[in-house]
């Protein structure tokens, strides 16, 4: 059974979760792993980032889709070079998708989604079975367009291996609007308040590349005892 939900509503401590923060925290945590971060630790707030930071860590930081001044890069799948991030343990903390980590991490599992995995993603995710929450970042609290638009697609795809059969009205939702927008993802959220918050920042070369699929096959986890993301 799969159920989209919107963070901070998701408090179940045992569901197993997806976190998907399309634009652009999860999709840049997945090109970091590409680009082959050893670890990365993700933090709710600013003062722990420049905590690490002082400690030596590199830290990525964002904030309202700007990077933080005292980070060493912010949240752009570009910023995240093997140069500045290859066989290193980062920091990292953006506006929504590290506190929706923060939410989900004691669950069952915690994976990260974005369209930049979803293929692996979803075969990892078949052979954990079991009950899946995709737990949408969206934007303050409010519910995006862009993570709706993974769910669906998420789910058209267990829908097309035959995964999942029940279909609670989150995922009806979620598929409706990514049967509108699959023949144009990037046409379809031009007019979203994130994507108009990345143009407005100088960021409009992410939005294409966050929609892309497979681009990064990595599946991040959060590791409970080492308390930071990694890849196996
Ligand atoms: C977030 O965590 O809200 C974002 O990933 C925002 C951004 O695009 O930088």
Not at 3 to 25: G, H
Not at 60 to 74: I, M, P, T, W
Not at 140 to 167: C, H, P, S, W, Y
Not at 227 to 232: E, F, R, T
Request: aromatic residues 10%; glycine residues 6%.
């Amino acid at each position: 059974c799969l159920s989209p939900a919107l963070y901070p509503a998701y408090r179940q401590e045992n569901d197993r979760v997806i976190v998907v923060d399309v634009f652009r925290a999860t999709t840049t945590i997945c090109a970091a792993f590409a680009n082959g971060a050893r670890a990365i630790i993700p933090v709710a707030g600013i003062q722990d980032a420049e905590r690490y930071k002082a400690q030596g860590f590199p830290v990525g930081a964002e904030r309202n889709a700007r990077k933080c001044d005292f980070a060493d890069f912010g949240n752009s799948p570009f910023d995240v070079t093997a140069e500045k991030v290859g066989g290193k343990t980062i920091v990292f903390t953006t506006t929504n998708g590290t506190q929706a980590v923060e939410a989900a991490k004691d669950s069952a599992y915690l994976l990260i989604g974005a369209f930049s995995n979803i293929d692996v993603l979803m075969e990892k995710s078949i052979e954990f079975g079991g009950r899946v929450v995709i737990l949408c970042a969206g934007w303050n609290n409010r519910i995006n367009i862009e993570d709706t638009l993974f769910a669906g697609a998420f789910a058209e795809k267990l829908i097309q291996k035959a995964v999942i059969r029940r279909l609670p009205d989150s995922v009806r939702i979620a598929l409706h609007l990514w049967e509108k927008a699959k023949a144009d993802p990037l046409d379809f959220v031009k007019q979203t308040e994130h994507y108009q918050r990345l143009i407005a920042n100088h960021a409009e070369t992410d939005a294409p590349f966050c929609l892309q699929h497979d681009t990064c096959p990595v599946v991040p986890y959060y590791d409970k005892e080492k308390g930071w993301l990694s890849v196996s």
